[in-house]
C-alpha cells in the first residue's frame, strides 16, 4: 500500500523529537528526498516547531494524540515508519505499537524499558510478522553516552 509518508516524526514538539525533525529539516531536501511529516498533539505547537527548525513552510503536521487511539491508527496508516519519542513507552507507547502492528506500519523508538518492550513483544509479535510490521526498540538509546563523548571530543580537537 502506498503511504502519504515516509516517515513520521511522533513527539516533534519534545526535546528529542524536535532534534530528529530539525535533522531532517537540514539533512534531507530536494526531490530525492524522503517524504516526512512531524506529528503531535497541539497543531500550534508543531507550527512553532516547524518555522523555529526552518523546514518548508509546507512540511505536513500530523495530529496525533496517544491517549486518542483512533488518531494513532490514522498516523500510521499515513506512513511507512513511525519515529517516536513519546515516553515514558510504558504509559504512553501501547496503542502506538498496537496500531503499527495493525497496520503494518514500522516503528522506531528510544525506549529503556525492557520490560515493557518484552511485553509489546509478547502482545504484537505475531501481528507484526502477519502485516510486515518491523518494531525497532531502544534504537539509539545506549549510543547516547557514546555520541556525547565524540562530541565533546571533536569539540576540544578544534
Known amino acids: 500500500m502506498k503511504r502519504d509518508f515516509d516517515l513520521i516524526v511522533y513527539g516533534a514538539t519534545g526535546y528529542t523529537g524536535r532534534l530528529i525533525a530539525e535533522y531532517l529539516a537540514t539533512s534531507y531536501r530536494g526531490d530525492d528526498a524522503p517524504s516526512w511529516a512531524i506529528a ?15 523546514a518548508p513552510d509546507d512540511l505536513p503536521l500530523v495530529k496525533a494524540d496517544a491517549a486518542e487511539p483512533a488518531s494513532l491508527r490514522s498516523m500510521c496508516e499515513r506512513a511507512a515508519v513511525i519515529i517516536t519519542t513519546v515516553g515514558p513507552y510504558q504509559l504512553h507507547g501501547p496503542e502506538l505499537v498496537a496500531a503499527c502492528a495493525a497496520t503494518g506500519t514500522g516503528y522506531v523508538d528510544l525506549c529503556g524499558e525492557p520490560a515493557w518492550m518484552r511485553r509489546m513483544i509478547d502482545a504484537h509479535h505475531e501481528e507484526a510478522k502477519r502485516t510486515g510490521a518491523r518494531i525497532v526498540f531502544s534504537c539509539g538509546f545506549d549510543s547516547i553516552p557514546f555520541d556525547l563523548g565524540v562530541l565533546t571530543l571533536q569539540e576540544k580537537a578544534r
Open 40 to 54: 503531535g498533539r497541539s497543531t500550534d505547537k508543531l507550527q512553532k516547531v516547524r518555522a523555529d527548525i526552518g
